[in-house]
């Protein structure tokens, strides 16, 4: 059975920082992997999907890599501001063309 | 480009008090449609899905249903509202074929559903 775990759960940087979200999945058969942002009340944002064949996508300050073989994703943000702050999460799309969830990093960029 | 809509963005309602809410989608035919629920510091569960007019499959047994009355319009219902329904309700869809998959999936803006 497919497992997405994120972590941290919550993260609090100054704004300016370059961080780091991670993400690992115990089934590297996947079809892709796709990381959302929610914003508190609001429906999910798609930021970066990788395909299963791919490496990493990059989009503006975003940039998220796939490593199926160990089962890790990670989402690299450059230059954090705070309307950056939100929920970030993770799914992959599993074997079945089921979304399986991670519980999500709450993170929050200080002004 | 393909639109996804969903209404209403909050409702509340007594216990007891039927529910339709109604996700359509634009730009695309044939997609997959999923209704999914997120309760308060939870993460996202999946109700129904469908992958046809006509065709729901349920996730998980509970309270409500959903409907698929044409090919881009899902519709989730209840008969009778309880407590337990109230949440954040977000639609999303998908592309059926699976190379279309490497597309992911669009979420809809959600409803806030507060049953009282």
């Known amino acids: 059975k497919q497992e997405v775990t994120q972590i941290p759960a919550a993260l609090s940087v100054p704004e300016g920082e370059n961080l780091v979200l991670n993400c690992s999945f115990t089934?590297?058969?996947?079809?892709?992997l796709q990381w959302f942002r929610q914003d508190p009340g609001k429906g999910l944002t798609s930021l970066l999907l990788i395909q299963s064949s791919q490496r990493e996508q990059t989009s503006g300050r975003l940039n998220a890599s796939l490593d199926k073989s160990s089962g890790r994703s990670t989402l690299y943000i450059a230059a954090s501001q705070p309307g950056d702050s939100a929920t970030y999460l993770c799914a992959v799309i599993d074997s079945n063309y089921q979304l399986i969830w991670g519980a999500g990093t709450k993170l929050i960029i200080k002004p | 480009s393909q639109t996804i809509h969903q209404w209403p963005a909050t409702l509340v309602q007594p216990v007891g008090s039927p529910l339709s809410l109604e996700c359509t989608v634009e730009g695309t035919s044939n997609p997959n449609l999923y209704w999914y629920r997120q309760a308060a510091g939870r993460g996202l569960q999946l109700l129904f899905y469908s992958v046809g007019i006509g065709q729901i499959s349920s996730e998980v047994p509970q309270n409500l249903s959903a409907s698929r009355p044409q090919d881009r319009q899902f519709i989730l219902s209840s008969k009778k509202l309880l407590l337990s329904d109230s949440g954040f309700y977000l639609c999303?869809?998908?592309?059926?074929?699976?190379?279309?998959?490497?597309?992911?999936?669009?979420f809809g803006s959600g409803t806030r559903l507060t049953v009282v």
């Open positions: 089934d590297s058969a996947i079809y892709n």
């Open positions: 999303a869809w998908s592309f059926r074929v699976l190379r279309d998959f490497n597309y992911g999936y669009t």
